[in-house]
């Protein structure tokens, strides 16, 4: 509902000299105060800026003994619309490394191929497989170069080397981390709740993949911008394999059940007179 | 996102044969984070006059507790309840009242009037009334839920047809939103008895 508020605005700029004439009893327009400003576009443009919500999803991924855990939402949000419900955050870039999806779609897949296909280059160049630093700092250094042109990406590369797992955190402003624990998008406080709670390095792989889903169940409850499907990964030595897809809604339900209402007054049939 | 986003909210109300059910989403929300989920957009003005408030939270209390006021006033006066057309005229009335300043609010109002027709109307912010024969919506999701009710809806249905029909239009119009949704509240209303259910949605 977008009203025309277009009444209300002081055709004036709001500078120091004009505050004498509103003040002896002429104020024509309404009674809210305009913030005190010289540049009003920009105080709109960083409202805007305020408010506009971070990349809308949850994804998560974390090192524990047998391997990396990493787990992520399927909803995509236009605004306040879900234009989707089943979209793949987790990408695969190889059979033993995985890339998740945070912030524009279309950046995140194209940018992902384009890393397996330099990952499987490197193979046939040097006739052994990347480590996960160095796909993730390739990933990196072609992000960094896009800096400042609008990509929208805050993905996770998580994968098994020679060194053992290995997870790093890349963004489309071209930072690059290295670490045990990370969850990228709108729901990552929620989830990082969950995940900071209940973390163990000594997991067993079962307990490890029903924390990465607690994690995602709670962040769709919380956050408007994430729902869909938990799905959870697991990266071992072997490679990645999915361990399973739950639908968000049934999950609610199997960790809350509805309990019967108690029934406190039971109305009858009247009987006809 | 503007102001009527900032809590989130789905109304929608129907006519059936002789009686009438009005929906409500259960979120309360701060932007994207999910407050609370059990929020009540559905007040009772009397046994055959319901009042729904869609917008900003902070609004639709304090317009609800004012008209409750007015209602009150008119009952003792009037030694009767309000009709649902004259309670509309009322609502239309305080918020134009607002015109410069207004309620974000869009409420919608359903009732059993004269030899219990059912009525329902919405109206937009500053008061226009929208009379409807069928359906009424409002909210985050009134766009799905246009599409779902004119899809769904038939003329004279029964309660319990009614209550089917707004339910489903409910659910899959806020599974469609961020910003609406987590369970639903239903009342169908006949010239004998209310109906009160809560529907259990997707908590996403």
Not at chain 1, 132 to 154: D, E, F, Q
Not at chain 1, 209 to 238: K, Q
Not at chain 2, 162 to 185: K, N, Y
Request: overall charge negative; charged content about 20%.
């Amino acid at each position: 509902m977008k009203l025309d508020f277009s009444g209300l605005e002081s055709s004036a700029p709001l500078y120091g000299g004009n505050n004498e004439l509103l003040s002896d009893g002429f104020s024509a327009a309404p009674s809210f105060d305009l913030p005190v400003t010289s540049d009003f576009d920009d105080f709109q443009k960083n409202s805007i800026q305020m408010v506009k919500p971070a990349k809308g999803t949850t994804t998560l991924a974390f090192i524990f003994k047998d391997g990396v855990m990493v787990a992520a939402d399927s909803r995509a949000s236009m605004g306040g619309y879900i234009s989707s419900q089943s979209v793949k955050k987790i990408i695969e870039i190889n059979p033993y490394m995985l890339g998740t999806m945070a912030g524009g779609a279309a950046d995140c897949q194209f940018w992902h191929r384009n890393l397996g296909i330099k990952c499987r280059l490197h193979e046939l160049a040097n006739k052994r497989r990347i480590s996960v630093t160095g796909a993730s700092k390739l990933l990196a250094n072609i992000l960094y170069s896009y800096r400042g042109m609008g990509l929208s990406v805050g993905t996770m590369i998580a994968g098994w080397d020679e060194k053992g797992p290995g997870l790093y955190y890349v963004d489309s402003e071209g930072g690059r981390l290295k670490g045990t624990k990370f969850s990228v998008g709108s729901g990552s406080p929620y989830a990082y709740g969950v995940l900071d709670s209940g973390y163990k390095y000594d997991m067993t792989i079962d307990e490890a993949a029903e924390l990465a889903r607690r994690a995602i169940y709670h962040a769709t409850f919380r956050d408007g911008a994430s729902g869909g499907v938990a799905s959870v990964y697991h990266v071992g030595p072997t490679g990645w394999t999915k361990l399973s897809g739950d639908d968000v809604g049934e999950l609610h339900y199997s960790y809350y059940p509805v309990e019967p209402a108690v029934v406190e007054q039971e109305m009858t049939e009247a009987v006809a007179v | 996102m503007s102001i009527f986003e900032y809590n989130g909210s789905a109304l929608v109300a129907m006519v059936g044969k002789n009686c009438f059910a009005i929906a409500s989403d259960r979120r309360l929300g701060v932007q994207l984070q999910t407050i609370a989920t059990d929020f009540q957009r559905i007040f009772k003005i009397h046994d055959k006059l319901f009042l729904g408030l869609s917008g900003l939270g902070s609004d639709t209390q304090t317009l609800y507790q004012r008209l409750v006021f007015r209602h009150k006033l008119y009952q003792l006066r009037e030694e009767r309840d309000m009709k649902p057309e004259t309670f509309a005229s009322l609502v239309s009335a305080m918020l134009y009242e607002k015109r410069f300043g207004p309620y974000f609010c869009q409420p919608v109002i359903a009732g059993l009037g004269e030899d219990d027709k059912p009525f329902i109307c919405t109206m937009d912010s500053i008061g226009a009334k929208e009379l409807a024969k069928d359906f009424v919506v409002a909210g985050t999701a009134s766009e799905s839920l246009y599409g779902a009710c004119e899809s769904m809806f038939k003329p004279d249905m029964d309660h319990e047809e009614l209550f089917e029909t707004i339910s489903q239009a409910l659910i899959s119009s806020v599974d469609r939103d961020c910003l609406s949704g987590w369970g639903g509240h239903v009342y169908v209303v006949t010239p004998t008895e209310v109906t009160e259910r809560i529907l259990k949605g997707r908590m996403d």
